[in-house]
Structure formats: C-alpha cells, structure tokens
C-alpha cells in the first residue's frame, strides 16, 4: 500500500475515532460538521489514489450525525484492512489498560505486565 494511502487511512481512523467521543460526550454542532467536513475532505483524497471507491462509498451530507459518521469511516476502513500492518490497525480495546485491573471491579484476575 502507497504511503500517502495508509497516513489518508491514519487520519480516517482517527476521524471514526473522534466521531465516537462526540457521540459519547453529546458534543456541539460544529464538532459533528468538523467529523463529517474531514471524513469528506480524506474520502476524496482516497478516491482519487484509489478510484474503486468511487462506487463503493459516498461523501455524507453536512448535517450528517456523529454516530453515522463514525460508521462511515469504519466502513471505509474495512475496505483497506487487509492490506494494513497487522499491528495497532484495530477498533477492539484491550480488557485492561497497562498494568493494573479497572478500578471497582468485583472478582478480578491480577494483570501482570510482560
């Protein structure tokens, strides 16, 4: 894959990314059109390296919601997965971050670091 097409792919993980904080913190108007404006901007820039995608995906609309707009990306993103580095390219969380269980958690198994 062409360098410029896997920082485009960065940048649109990034974007589904900031459109899920938005959906969780209920964020302004002008957040949700800066996700959609972006997503729009890397979505041309995609095509044009890329021109299958043309028929594959479209441009959202600028009143488009945070929750769609991460869906999008995503779906964009599934199109370029495998040809990604099969390190750090993934939407699943780990159970725990660094060393240590969440805080409150009934019943736990100690983490150790490695």
């Given at each position: 894959?062409?360098?410029?097409?896997?920082?485009?792919?960065?940048?649109?993980?990034?974007?589904?990314?900031?459109?899920n904080?938005?959906?969780?913190?209920?964020?302004?108007p002008?957040?949700?059109?800066?996700?959609?404006?972006?997503?729009?901007?890397?979505?041309?820039?995609l095509?044009?390296?890329?021109?299958?995608?043309?028929?594959?995906?479209?441009?959202?609309?600028?009143?488009?919601?945070?929750?769609?707009?991460?869906?999008?990306?995503?779906?964009?993103?599934?199109?370029?997965?495998?040809?990604?580095?099969?390190?750090?390219?993934?939407?699943?969380?780990p159970?725990?971050r660094?060393?240590?269980?969440?805080?409150?958690?009934?019943?736990?198994?100690?983490?150790?670091?490695?």
């Amino acid at each position: 894959m062409e360098k410029e097409t896997l920082k485009l792919v960065n940048v649109m993980r990034r974007i589904a990314r900031a459109a899920n904080y938005a959906v969780w913190t209920n964020s302004t108007p002008q957040t949700n059109q800066f996700c959609v404006e972006q997503y729009n901007r890397v979505l041309a820039r995609l095509t044009e390296l890329e021109p299958s995608l043309a028929g594959l995906f479209t441009s959202l609309a600028n009143d488009a919601s945070p929750e769609v707009t991460r869906i999008a990306a995503r779906e964009v993103l599934a199109y370029f997965e495998s040809d990604l580095p099969e390190v750090g390219w993934t939407f699943e969380r780990p159970l725990f971050r660094g060393c240590h269980p969440r805080r409150g958690r009934v019943n736990y198994v100690p983490v150790t670091c490695d």
